[in-house]
Structures are given as C-alpha cells and as structure tokens.
C-alpha cells in the first residue's frame, strides 16, 4: 500500500524518505506535528530522493505522500523571505522550489499524489506537478500568495491555468478561495475522492494501471503531453517518436500478448 490514512502519524518525524515496493517508489514527506511544512533542507533532499527513483530501473511509479491528518502546509516562507534578503545557507528559497517542482513534473515515470489531508501554499503546485492526485473526504485546498503578497513564480502559475484554468486559477490566486469536496473534483485538482482508509488501496489500483501499460511509450507521451501543456510540443520529434514506437521490441511484444488474448 502507497498512500497513508490521515491517523497514521505515530512514526517519529523524519526528512522526507524514499521506499520502493515492486514497481512502485513512494516518497513521504514525514513531519505530521508541522503538518509536513517543507523546510529549504528538505528541497535537495526531495530531489534526491527523486533522482534515486529514476535511477532505479525496477520503479515504473512515483507516489508522493506525506504522513499525519495534513499532506503539506506548504513551503517554509520565513526561509524564502531571509533568502531574498541575503541570509540564507546558501541556497535561494522559493527558486530552488519552484525548481523542484519542475522536477517533479519533469519525473521520467508517471507520478501520483496521495494528499491524506489538506494541502496549502506551495505544496498545491508541488500536487500540480505530479501526473495525477487522489485526495481524501475532508481535505481543503487553499493558494494564500495574494493574500501574503507574494508574486507567484511563473512555472506555477503555468501549471494552474494549464491544469486548472484560467477562471479557476483566479479564484485561487486572485480571492485565495478555499476549495473543498467536489469542487476539488469540478476544477480538476483532484482525480478522484476516496475515504481516508481507502487511500492505500485507490493508490494501488491507480499504479497498478499505469504499470500494466508499455513504460517506453507512457515515459515518451508523458514528455509529449507535458510539451503540449506548456504549447513547446516539438511535431517532428513527437512523429519521430511515433514511427520509433511502431518498430520497436516494446510494440512487438504487446502486439504479440494482444493477439493472444484476442484468440483465445
């Protein structure tokens, strides 16, 4: 099981870990007590973590999860702030997370965000950037930058009009509107909504779907669907793409299974 119910916070805290389970690689952020706020030593470490999923051959799923009632309160904006004013640790604070979350978005395999609990700040974009969300009953959404008077980074801005749409990033960035229930549904947050004890199960079924699909293919259309998202789509390559789909072994050997099942 991939996903955790929303009580399931008796773990010590930890930095965000890295388990792999068959074909599935799950990476929990594990502060409940802070509600998994991410801190800027937490960005490199994210990224580790995702630089070892992909390098993992056996990994054909990426889940990003958290532990306790909250998925993430969002990113540490106190350290954000001193980075601008030249006070950090050395590194830049909300930069290197609107990189993470390209990161995230740009992960060679499919991703699925298991939010357990309520999601805030810039974590909604981290949640954006992953291929699909499944959420649980009870849980609110909210994007407080106007608010906080914050001039959003321009890649999430792209990732809500280009998921979401323009009205409904409006609402969320311009009225910092708190979306909740099936409105998260309606605006495209969320894929699917499942009680807090069936999230494990509604993960698995969902990975167990992608990993029944040709990994070649699902790694290329998620590159090009991506591209297309952004409007950066390159035609020839995506046709190159195609054509080197048709000859390969990948094809071949499903094509073969398909005529199998079709015959018998």
Known sequence: MNGTPRGQSDRPATAPQLT???AVGTIRLNRP???????????????DKIAAAEANPSV???????????????YDLTAAQSSQRGVSDGQDGENAFARLCDRVEAVRVPTICALNGSVYGGSTDLALACDFRIGVTGMRMRM???????????????????RLGLNAAK????????IAGDDLLS????????????????????????????????????????????????????????AASLRSDEFANALKVWSQRRAS
């Open 20 to 22: 792999v389970n068959d």
């Open 33 to 47: 007590l802070q509600h998994n706020r991410i801190d800027v030593a937490d960005i490199a470490i994210l990224e």
């Open 60 to 74: 054909r799923v990426l889940v990003l999860t958290a532990t306790g009632p909250s998925f993430s309160s969002g």
């Open 144 to 162: 407080p930058a106007g608010q906080l008077g914050i001039h959003f980074y321009p890649g999430g801005l792209r990732r809500y009009v280009s």
């Open 171 to 178: 609402r969320l960035f311009l009225a910092a509107e708190t």
């Open 187 to 242: 605006i495209g947050f969320l894929d699917r909504i499942v009680a807090p004890d069936d999230l494990p199960a509604a993960v698995d079924e969902l990975a167990g779907r992608i990993t029944a699909c040709a990994p070649q293919a699902i790694a290329g259309m998620k590159r090009a669907l991506n591209d297309i998202a952004r409007g950066e789509l390159d035609d020839r390559a995506a046709e190159a793409a195609f």
